[in-house]
């Protein structure tokens, strides 16, 4: 079975930054590419970042520029999330969704269940 998991999320102070960090398991053929959403109370998820394979090649929302850094990491199948000078206004459940190919099972996407960041001093 294939899953996404995110975890690295946390309560921060203002300015601070934060790694999310966000692996997918299981028997994975290939990952296209992994993207990062997050979902404030009380509004829509909205995408943060995307990074594609096997370019690196990354897009950002715009209120994402500047501040959010996605990437890859050496571990297979592991992706991160840099946020830094983190406002109140970031407080959100951050969720990730890989556009992956199962071994032998058609390309789908998949969901992680989120990491709470909540930004507070």
């Known amino acids: 079975q294939v899953q996404v998991v995110e975890s690295g999320g946390g309560l921060v102070q203002p300015g601070g930054s934060l790694r999310l960090s966000c692996v997918a398991q299981?028997?994975?053929?290939?990952?296209?590419?992994m993207a990062w959403y997050r979902q404030i109370p009380g509004n829509q998820r909205e995408l943060v970042a995307t990074?594609?394979?096997?370019?690196?090649?990354?897009e950002y929302a715009d209120f994402a520029k500047g501040r959010f850094t996605i990437s890859r990491d050496n571990t297979k199948n592991t992706y991160a999330l840099k946020i830094d000078s983190l406002k109140p206004e970031d407080t959100a459940v951050y969720y990730c969704?890989?556009?992956?190919?199962?071994?032998?099972?058609?390309?789908?996407?998949?969901w992680g269940q989120g990491t709470q960041v909540t930004v507070s001093s």
């Open positions: 969704n890989a556009d992956l190919s199962p071994t032998l099972q058609p390309r789908r996407d998949v």
């Open positions: 990074i594609y394979e096997p370019t690196l090649r990354a």
């Open positions: 299981g028997s994975i053929f290939r990952v296209y590419s």
